[in-house]
């Protein structure tokens, strides 16, 4: 039944029905199927098979968009689900996607997943230039910057965010996250960024774990 209601989820995302989207959702939730499944298998699957049809020339930019939306409506109903009870951590953390880069689904759930843990959160937005990032870090006080891209002519970006904090004086203080399809752990190490995570909520966790070192911390 579960499996039904979520390819259900799954189809109508990738045929951008936004609002059946998040009725769908909204029942899932009500049959008790936990948000991260929800997430994982009905809309972040839905995606995954546009993106595949994106790259063959099935679908085009128009539909990809409306899709997008479908699973921001998804997202929304999952929101408030997805924090976490408990503990709060403490920290500061600047998130944006890099210049040149408008791909904004993940971001806004790795965003999703700080604040869920109790982070404090800086949206930057999307086609955030290395400058931005380091004087928003500097100015906001804050432990973290986090960049995501999702194109490989826009991950090199963030080896000048990297490079820019050097310059600024600030690499002891802040620890510099990256994530996004195109980029990965040795990618992170090559160019001297501090941690690579897959997917969102290993981010929220290296997030934490990298605040409470720089607080000094550590369990
Ligand atoms: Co674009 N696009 N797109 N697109 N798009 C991709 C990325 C692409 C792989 C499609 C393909 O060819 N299969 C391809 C990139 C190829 C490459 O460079 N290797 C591509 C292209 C080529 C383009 C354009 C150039 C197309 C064109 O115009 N000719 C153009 C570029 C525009 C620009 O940015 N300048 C473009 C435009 C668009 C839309 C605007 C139509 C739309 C974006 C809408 C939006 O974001 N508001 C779009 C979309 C939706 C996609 C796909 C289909 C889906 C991306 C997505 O949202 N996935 C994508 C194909 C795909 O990825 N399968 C594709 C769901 C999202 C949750 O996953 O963002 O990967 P993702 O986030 C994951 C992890 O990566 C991780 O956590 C998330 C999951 O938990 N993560 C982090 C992300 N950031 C992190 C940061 C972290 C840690 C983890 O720490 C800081």
């Known amino acids: 039944m579960s499996t039904e209601l979520l ?18 959702v909204e029942q899932a939730v009500a049959e008790g199927i936990a948000p991260a499944v929800i997430l994982n298998e009905g809309l ?9 049809k994106f790259k063959t020339n ?9 899709a997008a939306r479908a699973m921001n409506m998804g997202v929304g109903v999952l929101k408030p689900l997805l924090a ?14 890099v210049q040149g880069d408008l791909h904004d689904i993940g971001k806004n759930l790795v965003k999703l997943m700080f604040e ?22 500097i ?6 910057i986090a960049c995501s891209a999702l194109l490989t002519t826009t991950m090199g970006v963030m080896e000048e ?20 399809a195109p980029v990965d752990d040795a990618y992170c190490q090559k160019i001297g960024a501090d941690a690579y995570t897959p997917d969102a909520a290993s981010a929220a966790d290296k997030a934490v774990e990298l605040c409470r070192e720089l607080a000094g911390d550590v369990a």
């Open 7 to 24: 390819n259900e989820i799954s189809e109508n995302l990738q045929r951008g029905k936004a609002k059946v989207v998040k009725q769908l």
């Open 44 to 52: 972040l699957s839905g995606m995954n098979v546009i993106g595949e």
């Open 58 to 66: 099935e679908v085009y930019v128009p539909e990809v968009l409306v």
């Open 84 to 97: 976490e009870e408990g503990v709060k951590a403490k920290g500061k953390v600047c998130i944006g996607t």
């Open 116 to 137: 869920g843990k109790g982070l404090e959160v800086v949206d930057l937005g999307t086609d955030v230039s290395p400058d931005t990032f380091v004087q928003t870090a």
């Open 139 to 144: 100015e906001q006080n804050c432990q973290i």
């Open 161 to 180: 965010v990297v490079k820019k904090a050097e310059a600024a004086g600030i690499r002891d203080k802040v620890r510099i996250m990256i994530g996004g």
